[in-house]
């Protein structure tokens, strides 16, 4: 992922405040510890006439795909290390989405230590629900709630059992 100039930051910071979305959701993965990965997201929408500005933003950033869905683009960048990257050059002007980009920030800054902490795992669950709350969102399949549900059942199964050692009877 590119360095980014001044100019460009602010062209695309505007892009986002009026046509992008920074999301943090919950994405079900029977394949994960813990069952769910919380993945971040950088986009930007335009109609499909419009790809061109998302391929030159494509370019600018070095990082990210674009996908086209009916009549719609999208220039999505989805990497943990290249939303931070970006976001971190960004924040300082965002207006609309700040709140949403301080709180991404948080969420990847803190989502290292949790891949062997179940506890660790759960407090990052509300942060995921806050964001979805500044969107505009459709409905959200998974929340900090049905997550937190799920997952208390996990950790009962995974409660070491202790045994005594036998030369201890």
Known sequence: MKQLQKDDLLYLAGF?????SIIAQFVYRKDYKFKF???????????KKRRWILEEFQNLVGAGYIR???????FVVV????????LKQLQPYLKLKKK??????????????????LEKFLTLCPLVDQVAMLN????????AETVTAML??????????????????
Not at 16 to 20: K, L, Y
Not at 68 to 74: A, E, L, M, P, V
Not at 152 to 169: A, Q, R
């Open 16 to 20: 986002i405040d009026a046509d992008g």
């Open 68 to 74: 086209t869905r009916g009549n719609i683009c999208d």
């Open 100 to 117: 949403q980009a301080n709180l991404v920030l948080k969420i990847l800054e803190q989502l290292p230590s949790t891949r062997d902490s």
């Open 136 to 143: 505009d969102a459709r409905k959200t399949t998974h929340t």
């Open 79 to 86: 990497e943990a290390i290249n939303v931070t990257n970006l």
């Open 37 to 47: 990965q919380i993945r971040t997201t950088l986009q930007i929408t335009q109609h």
């Open 152 to 169: 208390m059942g996990l950790k009962e199964i995974d409660v070491p059992v202790e045994t005594s050692d036998s030369s201890d009877v």
